[in-house]
């Protein structure tokens, strides 16, 4: 059950992740891929929340691209549900931010790669290189702005993910 501030950062996560879609225009776009710079950062922050506000903040990011930039990325987006459940669920057993970003990097290009590859010609350098490696990169590149953010957000007591995340060190950022 989440309390009442882990809540209202759920909803504030998630409302991000919808909005950014709209609202950033530094946008990379070379089809099948595409990528919204600081997509990913509802979804890293997300994780160190739990397992629900992982989900709930990949729905809303499902959501704003499926509304902004169509089905397909929508449902490239709706990977966002999964990568953050894996995400959050390994910070849970107490791995670092870092090594999470790592790992969870590789997933999030496959999967992107699935999504994309029933709606294009078979074209290995476009699945494999433009849109696997294409995100894996985007993943990466996010889950940067989310550290430095996360590092900031940490000296808030309104937003310490250490208190909300029951955590008694600082292990997991």
Not at 32 to 56: C, D, K, Q, Y
Not at 79 to 107: C, D, E, N, Q, Y
Request: hydrophobic share 55%; charged share 10%.
């Amino acid at each position: 059950m989440m309390n009442t501030k882990k809540l209202a950062m759920a909803a504030l996560l998630t409302a991000l992740a919808i909005v950014i879609p709209f609202a950033v225009f530094f946008k990379v776009i070379i089809p099948p891929f595409s990528a919204t710079l600081g997509s990913h950062v509802p979804m890293f922050i997300a994780m160190l929340l739990g397992p629900e506000v992982a989900i709930m903040a990949g729905l809303g990011s499902a959501l704003g691209f499926f509304l902004n930039l169509g089905p397909l990325i929508g449902a490239r987006a709706f990977m966002h549900v999964f990568v953050g459940l894996a995400g959050s669920k390994l910070i849970r057993k107490g791995m670092s931010f870092g090594k999470v970003s790592v790992i969870t990097a590789p997933l999030h290009g496959l999967l992107e790669v699935l999504v994309v590859m029933p709606f294009i010609e078979f074209n290995a350098y476009n699945l494999l290189i433009i849109t696997g490696v294409g995100t894996i990169l985007h993943h990466y590149a996010d889950a940067f702005i989310s550290y430095v953010i996360i590092n900031i957000l940490q000296k808030s007591p309104a937003a310490n993910f250490i208190k909300l995340t029951n955590e008694k060190s600082h292990s997991h950022i």
